[in-house]
């Protein structure tokens, strides 16, 4: 592991957001998933969670830009399976839903643990996932069209919440539980190492302050 690129990895983690994170449902298309992945990365998302449909979820590798290596994705069965687990861990679930009873995204407190629940552009929401939803956020529009692609609808929401994180100073210091932080650390730094130590149930070695690991 080169050091300075080492270093570049503990720089993402320490400013990863745990409580910041998009639950996708009905996002079915390659392109968007893999952008709003992209999206989650350059915000400092720790890990998203999706909805898979029948035919399963497809990461396009040049949309995506490598960053589903950086944000993991966690599967659930159900949208209600999803909302409940979420819920559980302490999140605000807010569903992007145009409409008279949505927020303006602008006037949403961000920095409170948020999980953005995005759907795709034609179908929308579920009846289902509505009725979970904490509030409705929109984005305001003032042209023909009432709705936007849903990775760039996603990247002003979280671009927002960047926002105001950033301010709040909840990027300068890791927000992460250590002992996760050395684990990520070490499965991003060293991906085939932990998939051999994991299948084999033993713990990671301990890495060196530049990445190095134990002769």
Known sequence: MNPKRF?????????RQPD??????RVHKSHNLSAILRNCDAVGVLEAHAIPPPEGLQIHSHTSAGTAKWVRLVRHRTIQEAIQELKGRGFRVLAAQPGPDSVDFREVDF????ALMMGA????LSDEALALADA??????????HSLNV???TALLLFE???QREAAGMYEESRIDPEDRKRILFEWAYPRIARHCRERGTPYPSLGEYGDLPS
Not at 20 to 25: A, C, D, G
Not at 111 to 114: A, F, G, K, R, V
Not at 121 to 124: A, K, N, T, V, Y
């Open 121 to 124: 552009e034609l179908l929308g």
């Open 111 to 114: 920095t409170e643990p948020t």
């Open 7 to 15: 270093q570049k990895l503990a720089r993402a983690l320490h400013r």
């Open 161 to 163: 919440a960047f926002r």
């Open 151 to 153: 990775s760039v609808a």
């Open 136 to 145: 409705l956020v929109s984005v305001p529009m003032v042209g023909m069209a």
């Open 20 to 25: 910041l994170t998009v639950l996708m449902e």
